[in-house]
């Protein structure tokens, strides 16, 4: 009995042993998007801070393809080990609707939120609007078409974030035409040169439009005002309401990854989203810093899967229920 009961005890303490030792070998983290882009940018960064925090190699491997659906599908599949890892951005919530994949967020393991980087209320510098109040007050009194977004597909994470906040304020967010085209830049063109009248980006992207005096910003979709950016409300300044939105990027995980894995790789993340390095980069570069952990981080993607499938739907964009 002595010796069954030793052996039991020795079995539990070398797999303990072994759990303990994780990572023992390289990890995979997958980027779903081109490198030199601005989330390959950020997941190199994070990279390089978890190699120190791990103690282990991790390697950087931009799979993409299918506006983001093939990266984002190799994180499903892979094995859930703790070795391969990948950037999940703020698409991962709505290929389901739109019939781009087959996978909700309940097929990851959420690891940690790292990047936030709202969305604000771009207009051209002589436009008729003077507060963010007066311009939700003239779209909903527009007839459907009048006023128009450009720099993005239709159902894009900042599309989705000014669709939602229109919801939210009553208006229909189909009274808003998406002109579309690929970036930022093209879409700072047509709003300078009156092709649209809006813009729902990030502060950094309409930093140069804004600095040369050719835009102004109406509010950011944030619950604090950027230091960078001191004179812009915030919505809760701006008509009294709480709402956080933009697009966003989070380490996540095939789902089934074992709980102790995910709550050291947790961890890692927590300390190298506030380490000095990457605090200094995200700054330079304009993106924001928004921490969760892996519980938190589930609730959000909950809360996201369902809000962006409601926003999709009233767009005329989801394909399922």
Same mark, same amino acid.
């Given at each position: &009995?002595?010796?069954?009961?030793? #052996?039991?005890?020795?079995?539990? &303490?070398?797999? *303990?042993? *072994?759990?303990?030792?994780? %990572? ?21 960064? @994070?990279?390089?801070?978890?190699? /120190? ?21 190799? &994180? ?20 389901? +609707? ?30 008729? +609007?003077?507060? =963010? ?14 006023? /128009? ?37 093209? !879409? ?10 809006? =813009? %729902? ?12 005096? $050719? ?5 950011? @979709? ?6 960078? @950016? ?15 939105? !933009?697009? +966003?990027? !989070?380490?996540?995980? %095939? ?10 790789? #947790? ?13 200094? @980069? &995200?700054? /330079? ?16 993607? $909950?809360?996201?899967?369902? #809000? ?7 767009? /005329? ?5």
């Amino acid at each position: &009995m002595n010796r069954i009961l030793l #052996s039991a005890v020795a079995v539990l &303490m070398s797999g *303990a042993a *072994a759990m303990a030792e994780y %990572p023992e070998r390289p990890i995979s983290f997958l980027v779903p998007w081109n490198a030199g882009g601005g989330t390959d940018a950020i997941a190199r960064t @994070f990279a390089a801070g978890l190699e /120190k925090e791990l103690g282990a190699k991790i390697t950087v491997i931009n799979r993409t393809g299918g506006a983001g659906v093939v990266g984002h599908q190799a &994180m499903v599949t892979a094995e859930p080990d703790g070795y391969t890892i990948g950037l999940g951005t703020a698409e991962l919530v709505s290929f389901y +609707w739109n019939g781009q994949a087959d996978f909700t967020y309940e097929a990851y393991t959420p690891i940690s939120l790292i990047n936030l980087d709202p969305a604000a209320f771009h207009v051209a510098a002589d436009s008729e +609007w003077k507060d =963010l109040r007066q311009a939700l007050d003239a779209i909903k009194a527009a007839p459907a078409g009048t006023y /128009k977004i450009a720099g993005m597909a239709p159902g894009a994470a900042y599309h989705i974030a000014l669709s939602e906040l229109l919801q939210k304020e009553g208006i229909d967010p189909v009274n808003i035409t998406v002109i579309p085209t690929q970036g930022a830049a093209p !879409g700072f063109q047509e709003l300078v040169s009156g092709g649209v009248e809006i =813009l %729902p980006f990030s502060l950094p992207e309409g930093r140069t439009m804004l600095e040369a005096g $050719k835009t102004r910003v109406l509010a950011t @979709f944030d619950a604090e005002r950027s230091s960078a @950016f001191p004179d812009v409300p915030t919505l809760k300044e701006a008509i009294d309401l709480d709402y956080v939105n !933009g697009t +966003w990027r !989070g380490i996540v995980a %095939p789902a089934g990854l074992p709980a102790d894995i995910q709550a050291r790789l #947790s961890q890692a993340s927590q300390k190298v989203a506030e380490s000095e390095e990457f605090k200094a @980069f &995200m700054e /330079k570069q304009g993106y924001g810093i928004s921490y969760k952990n892996a519980e938190e981080f589930t609730a959000f993607l $909950k809360e996201k899967q369902a #809000s962006v499938g409601e926003v999709l739907g009233l767009l /005329k964009l989801r394909v399922r229920d």
